[in-house]
């Protein structure tokens, strides 16, 4: 049953994944642009937890968490430079 | 049970992270299409971390706490991611004529200088003067 319950994670976060990157390539302003890398970014992390489940190893978390903080700083960076012009003053 | 529970949770983070996304695509603008991910899609996480939490707690019989930390650490950063992309959104798209006004005798944050500290006002500033009287 775990099994069934993981092709649709795949499946439901691989299309979420598509519709992040139409929304990507469509903008049409260029805040869009930066929540559309912030949208693609935590259903990379989903995945790469369901990939963890998956394999059964503990290995991907690191991973995750990694993926988690450098989105998020690059989102922060990307507004700050936006408003500022600069992104540490 | 623990195969079910594990189940059921994907599927419910699945269906979210798919909500989310959609709302991102199909909603009209950005400040209504902001609410979509940033709800939605940390639910869908949300719902993941805690199926594989209980799949590691019954494979390996002990809890394992890394979903809980990243789980946490996404719950405290969309927020901010949030409001970082709303500011810089009303900063690079919008003037000062395009927004509703704000009920005080300031303007936005983005646009006007914040009020002086010792100037009295109303609102707020009431509570300011009730505590440099206190002090």
Known sequence: MIDAALTFGFGAFGLALLMNLARLAKGPTLMDRVLALDTMVINVIALIILYGVKQGTAVYFEASLLLAMVGFVSTVALCKFLLRGDVIE | ?135
């Open chain 2, 1 to 135: 049970m623990a195969e079910l529970i594990v189940s059921a949770l994907i599927v419910i983070g699945g269906f979210f992270g798919l909500v989310g996304s959609f709302g991102l695509l199909k909603l009209p603008d950005l400040m209504t299409r902001l609410h979509a991910p940033t709800k939605a899609t940390t639910l869908g996480v949300g719902g993941v971390l805690v199926a594989s939490m209980v799949y590691f707690s019954a494979v390996e019989g002990q809890i394992s706490w890394h979903e809980l930390m990243i789980s946490l650490f996404l719950f405290i950063t969309a927020p901010i991611s949030a409001k970082m992309i709303a500011k810089a959104y009303l900063h690079v798209h919008k003037t000062p004529a395009d927004l509703p006004p704000t009920g005080r005798p300031y303007g936005w944050s983005n646009f006007a200088a914040p009020p002086p500290d010792d100037e009295v006002l109303d609102g707020f500033p009431k509570a300011q003067a009730a505590r440099r009287e206190a002090e």
